[in-house]
Nanobody, 127 residues
Framework: HVQLVESGGGSVQAGGSLRLSCAAS????????MTWFRQAPGKEREGVAS????????GYADPVKGRFTISQDNAKNTLYLQMNSLKPEDAAMYYC?????????????????????WGQGTQVTVS
């Protein structure tokens, strides 16, 4: 049974950077889809960035392309989200999510209903 714990959130000024971490306990092998989501008050949860652990292939939502980078450290069983050039509209609770995916499935990574494992979230504030 995989558990996910996020950390690294905080408060930054616009234009600043943060790196979020998501530590996975349990068995996460090379056939997992790992994704960062965010949810601002009054808004739906949206997929931000995703990685397929087997190939390292990534995907990003348009609002964060060129500013955010998702990566993984397999030795540490940890997922990262490097966020640069932060904007006030990036402020939200950030969650990491995962599910086993034996082969990559197109058109699903950004859907919150696709995932069966979630962390508790870490808050990002941008002023």
């Amino acid at each position: 049974h995989v558990q996910l714990v996020e950390s690294g959130g905080g408060s930054v000024q616009a234009g600043g950077s943060l790196r979020l971490s998501c530590a996975a306990s349990g068995y996460v092998d090379s056939r997992y889809r790992m994704t960062w989501f965010r949810q601002a008050p009054g808004k739906e949860r949206e997929g931000v960035a995703s990685i397929y652990t087997g190939t390292g292939v990534t995907g990003y939502a348009d609002p964060v392309k060129g500013r955010f980078t998702i990566s993984q450290d397999n030795a540490k069983n940890t997922l990262y989200l490097q966020m640069n050039s932060l904007k006030p509209e990036d402020a939200a609770m950030y969650y990491c999510a995962g599910r086993r995916e034996y082969v990559p499935v197109a058109g699903t990574w950004y859907r919150s209903t696709y995932y069966n494992t979630w962390g508790q979230g870490t808050q990002v504030t941008v002023s």
